[in-house]
């Protein structure tokens, strides 16, 4: 019914920049929150950035100043500019979108399938 399609990953150097892009579509009615985590290997899944529907944001103390995050709500999309990356942002990303479905009450979460960022040293 829903899907999050993400893209943009890759491999950078320390320094670097990436972006990430989300496209949400299905039989989506309206979408409070977007956002992306991400999960490092042996680690949990952690909040990087997230986005309103009325464009505030919050961010991860550990992305502040580096990461800057954006949605078109028209077209349901939420990107994530990453820049001055480091090793340790070296993650599978995840996007993630609060939303109702068309014809439906409840607020759900749902996930992409996740891109990978590498950031090498």
């Known amino acids: 019914q829903v899907q999050l399609v993400e893209s943009g990953g890759g491999l950078v150097q320390a320094g670097g920049s990436l972006r990430l892009s989300c496209a949400a579509s299905?039989?989506?009615?309206?979408?409070?929150?977007m956002g992306w985590y991400r999960q490092a290997p042996g680690k949990q899944r952690e909040l990087v950035a997230l986005?309103?529907?009325?464009?505030?944001?919050d961010y991860a103390d550990s992305v502040k100043g580096r990461f800057t995050i954006s949605r078109d709500n028209a077209k349901n999309t939420v990107d994530l500019q990453m820049s001055s990356l480091k090793p340790e942002d070296t993650a599978v990303y995840y996007c993630?979108?609060?939303?109702?479905?068309?014809?439906?009450?409840?607020?759900?979460?749902?996930w992409g399938q996740g891109t990978q960022v590498t950031v090498s040293s």
């Open positions: 986005i309103t529907n009325g464009g505030s944001t």
């Open positions: 993630y979108a609060l939303l109702k479905l068309s014809g439906g009450t409840y607020l759900k979460n749902y």
């Open positions: 299905g039989s989506i009615a309206s979408i409070n929150n």
